[in-house]
């Protein structure tokens, strides 16, 4: 069995009654001036009911572009989140009539610079480098074609980047929970030790998160407290019955954790002792994590981490090379749910 053979501008032509030049003119999207709307309007049906697909080799080789961005991802492709950005990143270079080629490193950081260097010689238009976590990188990776960074940032200004907004997210759970009534709060913490091996040192988001949280809570006089311990459900577990397993006039009646695994090992912790969620205890989370935050019973409470929107941000900046380079700080939404609601009366 043969393939069918491919649709040629020159069988659109043919089927339009115009000549090749004026159906290079409207598929390239330079009509405007030169072809009037009927026959614009003939090209375009006449491909469509052909079927025609441009020539993608062909016209790299005319306009020196490849319509393609590379994307290299630390472990992102891999990750609970992974779906969100790099559906959108697609979505949005797909509406610019690019692919995305993707390189997920599944965690092997020190190739970085080898994959950028492999998608260089593919001819990529544009690399974006995306993290699993939020990164604080030493410096942006060695790129000779443009570069966008994607939930990291580097000191270098001349490189694009894309980030959530970790702090403006803390603020906006305390500012929830204060709403509420709540005066007595713990955050359940996430490490942060660089000097750790990668697997171990945790994330840069837990100071970050704590320290916006710590700041907004003194500014409206409600008591505050850190207990770290990770970022796994088996840590918030272990944590929250570090602060809940005490005498009902000492514990607090809300816990900030610092993402929503460890607000599920709360949720567990709650369980054991007894402690009805929301009604004697508020538990708010941090990511909206897929398939997790929204199932958990009672169905959390969290900030959501704009991962989509970094997709498609990180894409916009990766196509637009005409300006100078943009460091975006986007929001991290509050999600509420179930798991929140005012303290009893008697607290």
Known sequence: MTGRSRVRAADVA?????????????????????ISPVTRQRVLQAAEELGYRPNHVARSLRQRSTS????????VASSPF?????????????AADHVLLVMDLDHRTGRVDDAIADLEH??????IYATMGFTQLGEAPASRIPLVLANCTSPDPGTSSVSPDDAGGAVAALEHLAGLGHREIVMLGGHHDPTLPEAEAGNVSGPIRW?????????RDIAARLHTR???????HAAALDVLDVPAGERPTALFAVC????????????????DVPGDLSVIGFDDQETLAERLVPALTTVALPHAAMGEAAVRLALDTSTPAEQLVLPCPLVIRNSTAPPRPER
């Not at 000549?19 to 001036?33: E, M, Y």
């Not at 393609?68 to 472990?75: A, E, H, K, N």
């Not at 593919?122 to 690399?127: C, E, N, T």
């Open 82 to 94: 992974g779906g969100r950005l790099l559906a959108a990143a697609t979505e949005t270079a797909d």
């Open 122 to 127: 593919r001819q990529v238009d544009a690399v």
């Open 260 to 275: 929503d695994r460890v607000a599920t090992g709360a949720l567990l912790a709650a369980a054991k002792l007894g402690l």
């Open 68 to 75: 393609s961005i590379g994307l290299v991802t630390d472990g």
């Open 211 to 219: 320290e916006a949280f710590r700041q907004a809570a003194a500014e």
């Open 230 to 236: 990770g970022w796994e459900i088996n840590d918030g």
């Open 14 to 34: 043919a089927a339009a009654g115009v000549s090749q030049t004026a159906v290079s003119f409207v598929l390239n999207g330079r009509d405007a001036g030169n």
